[in-house]
């Protein structure tokens, strides 16, 4: 049962001084995720308290199934904005019909993640390199950061890429309101102080470092209460500063999503990519703070783990969710345990939707645009791009068109752009392997690229690495590769693959090595094989290649060079470089 359900093997260990812990992690993650719950859910285009119900039975959940145990589940900031992007075309903001396409998409997602991880389909987020993942989030973080703009400045402007929303803002700006962009600018002026400069201030101040932590970590909550408090006793919302309004004051209610067959129809493919990008991200933080602790975390168990949090807020009046970086990350700081941790900030939310929400009538949505501007600038990271154009084209190009296309036309359209470009990505690479030409290295038995090092090799006697694996892809570029090198040279008694580095041929590379095999035997020319693996070799043994290949298969290339070389020349000079 512990396969399906962790809780029960953390649970049976479960100590005293771990729950002080999680507690004490529970209280600082909670009081960052309040505003930033509210700002999220303001983002996706939903009414505040989405946000908080998004964050409550989600991370319940998750405490049960999921194996990681600092991450914590909740709204998102990319996701927030795929969430927006999606149903913004099914339905119209603020009516009855987007909130529950809201909660249809979060109950498509979490079935796919729930179907991706009962079916162990957790290697299917290694589709996607990182370049390019890189590459989408930080496009997505300037989306996001330009999209509360309008918030900022006290206008209305709309747009899902960068052009629109650019377009838009220009044409509005003549309707700023003053007072709102002077909370807006200070709101964003204090966090990005709060966040750079107030842990070390108070450090220097003398405080522990624990209690500077939290109180750093507390930032937004005291640019909420202040500009709240500001509203609330200047009247400023009578003043054209748009306020966040009533919240209701319960917990997270029990809803349906829809099930309109033409909803789900056109909720599919945004949900299957909200699902990849969300797993994605959340993997990636449970596997780096795992790591930290010499923790495991099982991929297939996330998806179910995630996919039973977003099924939970389809049903709890949320949307979708997954694991967020920066709340992780705060809370393997304060020194979480367990996933009980997110259980406590779980009621945590819970209390503060019960008994606080009155409290955040006047807060202004300024407010809630700086903190979700601090949090998602932080993601931007362009740097990918000379980090990327210095150690591979192929990747910058990959990268480069996720960016342009994410900002051009949308999220969507910018995380297909992203999977496709990885696929192809690795179609390109793996299809012309590299393929090196080897020689003895002079007085031992290691050999090595005839390019790079200085060798022995026997005009008769050719021998070929080919450092990728085999399959349909690059099957015919080997063959090609073969005839034209036997071609060129009629001195060629003897052709050795040497297959150190190959660890799977498929079906269409079998007829392949059978067609170059039946080729060489029409012009004499044996064919070798050299350092086949075990299991490669038990697939060949299960054909019959085997049986009529007209050469030989050596347990290494120095019985090979020591069976087929007649009459070895001079060492041959190779370019001074490294590699094989």
């Given at each position: 049962?512990?396969?399906?359900?962790?809780?029960?093997?953390?649970?049976?260990?479960?100590?005293?001084?771990?729950?002080?812990?999680?507690?004490?992690?529970?209280?600082?993650?909670?009081?960052?995720?309040?505003?930033?719950?509210?700002?999220?859910?303001?983002?996706?285009?939903?009414?505040?308290?989405?946000?908080?119900?998004?964050?409550?039975?989600?991370?319940?959940?998750?405490?049960?199934?999921?194996?990681?145990?600092?991450?914590?589940?909740?709204?998102?900031?990319?996701?927030?904005?795929?969430?927006?992007?999606?149903?913004?075309?099914?339905?119209?903001?603020?009516?009855?019909?987007?909130?529950?396409?809201?909660?249809?998409?979060?109950?498509?997602?979490?079935?796919?993640?729930?179907?991706?991880?009962?079916?162990?389909?957790?290697?299917?987020?290694?589709?996607?390199?990182?370049?390019?993942?890189?590459?989408?989030?930080?496009?997505?973080?300037?989306?996001?950061?330009?999209?509360?703009?309008?918030?900022?400045?006290?206008?209305?402007?709309?747009?899902?890429?960068?052009?629109?929303?650019?377009?838009?803002?220009?044409?509005?700006?003549?309707?700023?309101?003053?007072?709102?962009?002077?909370?807006?600018?200070?709101?964003?002026?204090?966090?990005?102080?709060?966040?750079?400069?107030?842990?070390?201030?108070?450090?220097?101040?003398?405080?522990?470092?624990?209690?500077?932590?939290?109180?750093?970590?507390?930032?937004?909550?005291?640019?909420?209460?202040?500009?709240?408090?500001?509203?609330?006793?200047?009247?400023?919302?009578?003043?054209?500063?748009?306020?966040?309004?009533?919240?209701?004051?319960?917990?997270?209610?029990?809803?349906?999503?829809?099930?309109?067959?033409?909803?789900?129809?056109?909720?599919?493919?945004?949900?299957?990519?909200?699902?990849?990008?969300?797993?994605?991200?959340s993997i990636s933080v449970a596997q780096t703070l795992a790591a930290r602790r010499r923790q495991r975390i099982d991929p297939d168990q996330e998806l179910i783990g995630l996919g039973a949090a977003n099924i939970g807020a389809a049903f709890s009046g949320g949307y979708p969710v997954t694991g967020g970086f920066a709340r992780s990350v705060v809370n393997f700081d304060a020194g979480a345990e367990t996933p009980a941790a997110g259980a406590f900030t779980a009621l945590g939310l819970a209390v503060a939707a019960v008994a606080l929400t009155p409290l955040v009538y006047y807060l202004p949505n300024a407010t809630l645009a700086a903190t979700i501007i601090v949090?998602?600038?932080?993601?931007?990271?362009?740097?990918?791009?000379?980090?990327?154009?210095?150690?591979?084209?192929?990747?910058?190009?990959?990268?480069?068109?996720?960016?342009?296309?994410?900002?051009?036309?949308?999220?969507?359209?910018?995380?297909?752009?992203?999977?496709?470009?990885?696929?192809?990505?690795?179609?390109?690479?793996?299809?012309?392997?590299?393929?090196?030409?080897?020689?003895?290295?002079?007085?031992?038995?290691?050999?090595?690229?005839?390019?790079?090092?200085?060798?022995?090799?026997?005009?008769?006697?050719?021998?070929?690495?080919?450092?990728?694996?085999?399959?349909?892809?690059?099957?015919?570029?080997?063959?090609?590769?073969?005839?034209?090198?036997?071609?060129?040279?009629?001195?060629?008694?003897?052709?050795?693959?040497?297959?150190?580095?190959?660890?799977?041929?498929?079906?269409?590379?079998?007829?392949?090595?059978?067609?170059?095999?039946?080729?060489?035997?029409?012009?004499?020319?044996?064919?070798?094989?050299?350092?086949?693996?075990?299991?490669?070799?038990?697939?060949?043994?299960?054909?019959?290649?085997?049986?009529?290949?007209?050469?030989?298969?050596?347990?290494?290339?120095?019985?090979?060079?020591?069976?087929?070389?007649?009459?070895?020349?001079?060492?041959?000079?190779?370019?001074?470089?490294?590699?094989?």
């Amino acid at each position: 049962m512990t396969r399906y359900l962790p809780i029960l093997e953390w649970g049976r260990d479960y100590t005293r001084a771990a729950l002080s812990r999680d507690l004490l992690a529970a209280v600082i993650v909670t009081i960052m995720l309040i505003p930033q719950s509210l700002a999220y859910a303001l983002l996706a285009g939903l009414p505040p308290e989405a946000g908080i119900y998004a964050s409550i039975v989600p991370i319940l959940l998750y405490a049960v199934f999921g194996t990681s145990r600092v991450l914590a589940v909740g709204p998102v900031a990319v996701v927030s904005l795929m969430t927006a992007a999606a149903i913004g075309q099914v339905a119209q903001q603020g009516t009855a019909g987007y909130a529950v396409a809201a909660l249809t998409l979060a109950g498509l997602s979490g079935a796919m993640l729930l179907a991706m991880g009962l079916l162990r389909l957790g290697f299917l987020a290694n589709f996607l390199s990182h370049p390019v993942i890189a590459g989408f989030i930080s496009a997505s973080g300037i989306l996001i950061a330009a999209s509360q703009l309008k918030h900022i400045l006290g206008i209305s402007a709309e747009g899902h890429t960068l052009i629109e929303l650019a377009g838009a803002l220009l044409a509005n700006l003549g309707q700023f309101n003053p007072i709102t962009l002077a909370i807006g600018v200070l709101a964003t002026g204090f966090l990005f102080w709060v966040r750079a400069h107030l842990k070390p201030t108070l450090r220097r101040a003398g405080l522990p470092p624990r209690l500077a932590d939290v109180i750093a970590k507390a930032g937004p909550v005291a640019a909420v209460a202040a500009s709240t408090a500001a509203v609330w006793a200047f009247g400023l919302d009578g003043q054209g500063v748009r306020i966040v309004g009533p919240v209701p004051q319960s917990l997270p209610p029990f809803t349906l999503p829809g099930f309109a067959p033409e909803l789900v129809r056109q909720l599919l493919l945004p949900a299957l990519l909200i699902s990849i990008i969300g797993f994605v991200e959340s993997i990636s933080v449970a596997q780096t703070l795992a790591a930290r602790r010499r923790q495991r975390i099982d991929p297939d168990q996330e998806l179910i783990g995630l996919g039973a949090a977003n099924i939970g807020a389809a049903f709890s009046g949320g949307y979708p969710v997954t694991g967020g970086f920066a709340r992780s990350v705060v809370n393997f700081d304060a020194g979480a345990e367990t996933p009980a941790a997110g259980a406590f900030t779980a009621l945590g939310l819970a209390v503060a939707a019960v008994a606080l929400t009155p409290l955040v009538y006047y807060l202004p949505n300024a407010t809630l645009a700086a903190t979700i501007i601090v949090a998602v600038l932080g993601l931007v990271d362009l740097s990918i791009l000379s980090k990327t154009w210095r150690y591979s084209r192929a990747d910058f190009t990959a990268v480069a068109s996720t960016i342009a296309l994410t900002l051009a036309f949308g999220v969507e359209i910018g995380v297909s752009a992203g999977v496709l470009a990885s696929i192809v990505l690795h179609l390109l690479k793996t299809s012309k392997p590299h393929v090196a030409e080897v020689g003895l290295v002079p007085g031992s038995q290691h050999f090595r690229n005839i390019n790079r090092h200085k060798v022995e090799t026997d005009p008769a006697l050719v021998t070929l690495r080919v450092d990728e694996s085999l399959y349909f892809v690059n099957a015919r570029f080997l063959e090609d590769l073969l005839v034209r090198r036997v071609a060129d040279h009629p001195e060629i008694r003897n052709v050795v693959l040497m297959c150190s580095a190959i660890n799977e041929i498929d079906y269409s590379a079998l007829e392949s090595l059978e067609a170059i095999n039946a080729r060489l035997t029409e012009q004499g020319i044996g064919l070798h094989l050299s350092e086949v693996k075990g299991p490669v070799m038990d697939r060949l043994r299960a054909t019959h290649f085997l049986d009529g290949l007209n050469g030989r298969v050596f347990l290494s290339q120095y019985d090979a060079w020591a069976a087929l070389a007649t009459a070895p020349g001079a060492a041959r000079d190779g370019a001074a470089a490294g590699g094989g």
